[in-house]
């Protein structure tokens, strides 16, 4: 099912964004080189999941019955929170690239703005985004998260041990208690 994608480094889809479909479709955020993110993972005590699309790891999946390019401008933009992408990864990353957050909106937070050019660049030099146009997007994209199981997806994984994590790792950099009870 993934092999109809488009692949590009984002660098690529960021500088070429004009040429993303301005229609609904699904999309994957692969990492090329597991190891950069090893460190960090290691932190966290997480796992990366075998998950390949070749040799990138597939590291979060998404979906827009919209447009592909606005949903791609957010996560690719400098503004963590307007991306559950960027804010799972960015909570991953925190401590190994140094990044400084701030609480921003009532479930979300954002990174001051050196920091948000620091996972920006990070973004450009680890990952590359499959993407395709697709009729009925959200639930195509429901259905590759429960068979993909991509690591930094939180809907459709609540129940897994790691989208826990990476919820506790969220609500630290909100400032907000960790009680399991109070995740979201």
Not at 25 to 40: F, K, N, S
Request: with cysteine.
């Amino acid at each position: 099912m993934l092999s109809s994608y488009l692949i590009q480094p984002s660098g690529a889809i960021r500088q070429f964004i004009h040429q993303i479909p301005e229609e609904g479709g699904v999309y994957a955020m692969l990492l090329d080189h597991p190891e950069a993110l090893q460190p960090a993972l290691d932190r966290a005590r997480l796992r990366l999941d075998p998950l390949r699309l070749g040799k990138r790891a597939i590291l979060y999946l998404g979906a827009t019955d919209d447009s592909l390019r606005r949903r791609l401008k957010c996560h690719l933009s400098n503004d963590t929170a307007r991306s559950t992408f960027r804010q799972s990864l960015g909570a991953v990353l925190a401590e190994e690239l140094k990044l400084e957050a701030r609480p921003s909106g009532r479930r979300g937070f954002s990174f001051e703005p050196r920091s948000e050019l620091i996972l920006s660049d990070w973004i450009n030099d680890h990952i590359s985004i499959a993407v395709r146009s697709a009729p009925h997007a959200l639930v195509e994209e429901k259905t590759l998260i429960a068979l993909q199981d991509p690591l930094l997806n939180i809907a459709g994984r609540r129940a897994k041990a790691s989208a826990e994590t990476v919820l506790i790792l969220r609500r630290r950099l909100r400032g907000l208690p960790f009680e399991q009870k109070a995740l979201n």
